[in-house]
């Protein structure tokens, strides 16, 4: 069996082509662009990276980026401040402060100081309540792609038995509370289970986020299970060089699996896509200007 490929990047392009083409009816309605506005707390080259693809990817969309870059020195209390200044901005639709932050600020406490209807990743502990109880809130970005890119390959996925690998707030909970939201029946797995392959090889849907390279093999999958690889982990290639790989073991689960995503092009490219997602659905919210069931 020669697994299907699941495009991430095409589907995020679509996505994002789609988020472009209602933002001219939102400015139409609220005689204004959508703002979402990223804080960067020093220095660190991933996190500016990171960053700058995002402004870039906003302002493509048609809606208003703002970097805010603050010193690696800025205390606890100046960056409650300014998220406290930029919950009070009505044209700021959303928030979003990078992390990691320096070891002097404590993120939970930035996290929860969000407006969690500016929460555009879906962090704070009242967004993380609302998906618990099925409740309309914001999800963090890179598990919502992954619900959606489940979706388009396999459509209706009730009744489907799910293992998530990790269980981290950011990727592994969410993503586990989307899968029961869809009807699934889940499986949260972690470094303390029992017989990891074992869990794993129940399940129709595996999605791994424990930021371990290849850690998952073939032997682990059932034949014609769809696999979401969560991962990036840059190991070294040899030569001085080095490559990207997932969570799991590419080229052997793409002869097991129905469906897999690959690393890179795969998850990575919904993050930005879903954030823009969620940038323009803050903005309906927040200016009172209906969106349609669905359009995105």
Known sequence: ?????IDGKAFAEALRGRIADLVPAFVAKAGRR??????LVGEDPASGVYVRSKGKATEA?????????LPAGTSQDELLGLVHQLNADETVDGILVQLPLPGQIDENAVIAAIDPDKDVDGFNPVNAGR?????????????????MLLKDQLGDLA????????????????????????????????????????VVRRADIVVAAVGRPEMVKADWIKPGAAVIDVGINRIDAGEGKT??????????????????????????????????RNTLVAAHRNAGVPLAKGAI
């Open 1 to 5: 069996m020669t697994a299907t490929i």
């Open 34 to 39: 959508p703002g979402l506005t990223v804080v």
């Open 61 to 69: 969309a048609g809606m208003k980026s703002d970097t805010i870059r």
């Open 131 to 147: 998906l618990a109880t099925g409740l309309h809130g914001f999800v963090p970005c890179t598990p919502l792609g992954c619900l």
């Open 159 to 198: 009744g489907k038995e799910a293992v998530v690998i990790g269980r981290s707030n950011i990727v592994g909970k969410p993503m586990a509370q989307l899968l029961v939201g869809e009807s699934c029946t889940v499986t949260v797995a972690h470094s303390k289970t029992r017989d990891l392959p074992a």
């Open 243 to 276: 490559r990207l790989v997932g969570d799991v073991a590419f080229e052997e689960l793409a002869e097991v699996a129905g469906a897999i995503t690959p690393v890179p092009g795969g998850v990575g490219p919904m993050t930005i896509a879903v954030l823009l």
